[in-house]
């Protein structure tokens, strides 16, 4: 090996890329050798972060007042609104990331576009408000129409016809979310979720004529790195929840178990997540666009496990309005969705013989401890143990 690059025109580009702020929008090749995410990409990921912490804080703090429909109604709202806009982005960015300075700016807007949308999460959780977080929506998903608009000026045929229906199809979802301003509160309801199928379909309709050239190693290693993000926000909002408790209640006899726990149950979340590479069987539209969707469980999970936690502490401590089983939901709930949903997309496709049962024997039984009340957030956090523990025995036994 010599360490050239196996395209002899590859060397150039990548001195272009370098040096001229504006390039033509070429699709990228779904072959290309060495993929990985960018520091653009990186960035664009902490900043959506933000986003997720409004969301899990303030269904942290509608679960520890007991009003649970209200929390989970607005969290699966808001967290729709930052994974989609974040899940369109890294699906572009897989097919025409230029990296110029056109690119770079009109992403830039985006990540402003999602601090708007966070810092109207408050008050879509409590007043039912939803024009800041719509405007910050609308800015990102328009700044995404710019996008594809400028590669249709760059493709030709059926390649042109599927950037040109995703611009359109972005635009009638932004006329109708910010028509949905105009209708009383008691309508978002019944509105909502029609919104939402709306922005679901225009992948499925905008890819009929063709496929758009995504690379499946670049789009698996960026739904990985958003997971390993999310999960951290997660350890660091439990991390922030025990050591608000410790210095307003010194109850360190009753933090302990359910730190020791939180702390289990995210090793082996991350863990469980990235024990086999995902990216081989990601070979076409169906099966990649299943997968993406499904990540919204995946990631809202994850997420809403943090906010369990924090409601776990609470409740310890003295604060939460809530009981020590419905304080344990809070966290063995999402913790189990997670289990199960990372079986569903990941491990049933790469998992053989009775490895096959370790996940969602896991899940029935995380979800059993939420009996155990005070004690059910260690409880789940020894299962997901022995769940990896069980997982590589059997990986060790099958090598």
Known sequence: ???????????????????????????????????????????????????????????????????????????????????????????????????????????????????????????????????????????????????????????????????????????????????????????????????????????????????????????????????????????AAATLAVQTALDEHDALGELLPIAAGGLLICFAAWWIYFAEPIHDHLRSNRVAFLWGYGHYLVLGSAAAIGAGLEVAVEQAAGPAHISATAAAAAVTVPTALYLFTVWLLHSRHLKHGAAQAVLPAASAAVLACTAAGDHGVLAAGLVTAAAVAVGIVLHTREA
Do not use: K
């Open 1 to 235: 090996m010599t360490g050239e690059p196996a395209d002899p025109q590859a060397r150039p580009q990548a001195h272009l890329r370098h040096h001229r702020p504006v390039r033509r929008m070429a699709p990228r090749s779904r072959d290309e050798p060495h993929r990985t995410a960018t520091p653009l990409e990186l960035f664009f990921d902490l900043c959506f972060v933000v986003a997720v912490a409004q969301a899990g804080r303030q269904l942290a703090h509608d679960l520890a007042t007991d009003r649970i429909a209200a929390g989970l109604y607005g969290y699966a709202f808001v967290f729709f609104a930052i994974w989609w806009a974040w899940m369109n982005f890294s699906w572009f960015a897989s097919a025409y990331d230029v990296d110029d300075v056109p690119y770079r700016l009109t992403t830039l807007v985006q990540i402003t576009g999602v601090l708007i949308l966070a810092a109207g999460v408050p008050r879509m959780f409590d007043q039912h408000d939803l024009v800041l977080s719509v405007v910050g929506y609308v800015v990102m998903r328009l700044a995404m129409v710019t996008q594809w608009l400028r590669a249709a000026a760059c493709e030709q045929g059926p390649a042109r016809t599927v950037a040109l229906r995703y611009a359109l199809g972005i635009v009638l979802c932004q006329v109708g979310w910010v028509l949905l301003l105009l209708v009383p509160h008691e309508a978002y309801p019944y509105l909502l979720p029609l919104g939402i199928l709306a922005e679901l379909s225009v992948p499925v309709i905008a890819e009929r004529p063709a496929q758009t050239t995504w690379h499946p190693h670049h789009i698996a290693e960026r739904y990985g790195l958003f997971t390993l993000i999310v999960l951290g926000e997660t350890v």
